[in-house]
């Protein structure tokens, strides 16, 4: 991508009839300070996904001691509504291919209609 980029800059310079060969050092300190940013940027993505990481092992041991204390022996831990509509894991889309819909607290399956 960097050398579109020289390449895009010399058309532009050629264009403008702007001599080109006196700027050389300037390419290379834009250049490097693009890269040290993307850098720094690539270990803060690394270190918020670690965070994120860290975070739902933590909350999945919480609840799978939470259903072992309660006697479920489930690591499914959560009622039906909270497993498929709730939270940053719930996939609606699995509802709909499998036909199961949530009432309340519980989730049954779907009947057609006479419509459908």
């Not at 264009?15 to 803060?44: C, D, K, N, T």
């Not at 939470?66 to 996939?91: D, H, I, P, Y």
Request: net charge positive.
């Amino acid at each position: 991508m960097s050398i579109t980029g020289l390449a895009v800059r010399f058309w532009q310079l050629g264009i403008e009839m702007r001599p080109f060969h006196q700027q050389w050092w300037a390419y290379g300190i834009y250049g490097s300070l693009g890269a040290g940013f993307g850098y720094w940027l690539q270990g803060v993505e690394h270190n918020q996904m670690r965070y994120l990481r860290e975070t739902r092992d933590r909350l999945l041991e919480k609840r799978r001691r939470r259903a072992e204390r309660e006697g479920e022996g489930s690591l499914q831990a959560g009622t039906g509504f909270q497993k498929n509509t709730e939270g940053l894991m719930a996939s609606p889309q699995i509802r709909v291919n499998t036909g199961i819909e949530v009432q309340g607290d519980r989730m049954v399956e779907r009947t057609a209609a006479a419509g459908e």
